[in-house]
């Protein structure tokens, strides 16, 4: 492979620069048998045309058009937004296919080190949460979080931890509704031992209000308190710390198959590379845990605009089928709704990275979901109960979607990213750099590189390698940079009135 580009897809007009070019620089095609000469100073992770391009035609990538040209553009042209246009609009009428081939399912014997709960489900982190239902106590479960860590000591528990949002309170219909379900998945998430449901006492989402949406309550496990109700909140919030914690202490890790785990897929702050080396390696590791019996999600709905048919392509039934269309259909509407144009997408950071439209983003973003065939298509803040690949239906909003992920059962989430961010959610959040030299530069955030595979590494050996550490993420053996520096948050949904 050439060290200062790389062609995707042999039916490509376009290579991806490798490192950055300059104008008169010639880049020899030995695919084509001839060589080309820069026009322009190129950045790195973005394209050059490799032949003449009319005005109209398709711009391919990935072996599919990620736009047109706006107008004509010749071989050693940087190939970018000034010359470029999205061809998508509006919703599509989509044609089932029937079902694709079997994807072999063939567990071994791998285990992981969790935790099995008493009602049947597994968990990798044995955490004591604050789950406060209104965003007024932000700050009281902050306070009685970290006087929690302070005052109980136990090597049996990762910690007590709580995460602020802004919601709870002046909220109606689908709004409140998008809350609890959010709130009500997190307290029933496996990673927390035990949990305390924080209360203020007057707000829309009240905790008998809260209690109508959470599973069955284990009250060894979950215990509540209304601030409003009690003389002194702290006093009291740390006594029912002190019985959860040493009701979370009572769980030790045991060898657990491999199958159990539930593996969110995101990406953020996307470059050229992302499509290239972080988000085809999600979408192995998705093959090998799911070929072991295991689980993953996607989300991030919008960001599958423009290569959603590869997803239908590969539905397990037709009702799944019918079901994804709903969902992509339902977001393009969403934003029509609103006035707003369906794809608005890629940000300004993406197009700096060097992506150009939403079809180049989204093809390179579908990557992750490797080739398993897509088997339940579910609600926002749904939870994920069928073994294989999954999608929830939510936005491409980081801290939404990782949130999303986390509600939806997910035990780690994978978060490929070619422009590097420190966000964690609530469960260990494990950053993926496209690049070497994002994994270089941002130490404290990045914890895999995957631009060693335009390096010089190997798919396979990167792969395994990058599956053997998951088990160790998995296992307790080693924790995310979001986890060692408390970069744990929350966002949630939200589309209506606020009072």
Known sequence: MSTQFIQVHPNDNVIVSLKELSANDSLHLDFLDKAVMLTTDIPSGHKVAIEDIEEGQDIIKYGFPIGKASKAIKAGDWVHTDNVVTKLSGTLDYEYQGQKKEFAISPTNLTFQGYKRHNGEVGIRNEVWIINTVGCINKTAELLAKMGNDSFKQEEIDGIYHFPHPLGCSQLGDDLSYTQKVLSRLVDHPNAAAVLVLGLGCENNFIEAFKQVLPEIDENRVKFMAVQDV??????GLELLEDLVDYAATFKREPIPVSELKIGLKCGGSDGFSG???NPLVGAFSDMLITEGGSTILTEVPEMFGAETILMDRVASEQVFTDLVDVVNGFKEYFI?????????PSPGNKKGGITTLEEKS???VQKGGFAPVVDVLPYASKVTKKGLSIVQG??????????LAAAGAHIVLFTTGRGTPFGGPVPTVKISTNTPLAEKKKNWIDYNAGQLVDGANMDDVKQD?????????????????????FKEIAIFKDGVTL
């Open 231 to 236: 003389q002194d909140e702290l006093e009291e």
């Open 276 to 278: 290239i080396t972080a």
């Open 337 to 345: 709704r609103y006035d707003q144009p369906v794809y608005e997408n």
């Open 363 to 365: 093809l390179g973003c």
């Open 395 to 404: 936005p491409g909003n980081d801290l939404v979607s990782v949130t999303n």
């Open 466 to 486: 990058f599956f053997n550490y998951l088990i160790q993420i998995a296992s307790g053996e080693k924790k995310t940079n979001n986890e060692q520096y408390g």
